[in-house]
């Protein structure tokens, strides 16, 4: 059984930083894509940043230049790294990964970490 398991969130003023972690555990044999979404209140879940298992990052431009997605192989770990962060960075993160546990690739997801951001 897999899970993914977010942290880092929290509360903090406009312009501050946060970095958020999310740790993959149980029966893993390989990780492809990982990601971080947002799902702000009342708004749709979106997609804010990506990593292949490669290493190749894309971002929706709302985001660009102030969140940094990166990924730890031994530790099977994806990280979120927000800077300059703004009052409609608002939202619950969730982390995303498409895991191969034996038979086929599966998407899971974590439970989500709030970030508010307000003075």
């Known amino acids: 059984q897999v899970q ?3 942290s880092g969130g929290g509360l903090v003023q406009p312009g501050g930083s946060l ?25 749709e879940r979106e997609m804010v940043a990506r990593i292949t298992s490669s290493g190749s990052t894309n971002y929706i ?6 969140f940094t997605i990166s990924r730890d192989g031994a530790k099977n770990t994806v990280y979120l790294q927000i800077d300059n962060l703004k009052p409609e960075d608002t939202a619950v993160f ?18 989500g970490t709030q970030v508010t951001v307000s003075s």
């Open 19 to 43: 970095r958020l972690s999310c740790a993959a555990s149980g029966t893993i044999f390989s990780i492809d894509d990982m990601a971080w979404y947002r799902q702000a209140p009342g708004k």
């Open 61 to 66: 431009d709302s985001v660009k230049g102030r």
């Open 4 to 6: 993914l398991v977010e």
């Open 94 to 111: 969730y982390c995303n990964a498409i895991i191969y546990s034996g038979g086929m690739y599966r998407d899971y997801w974590g439970q």
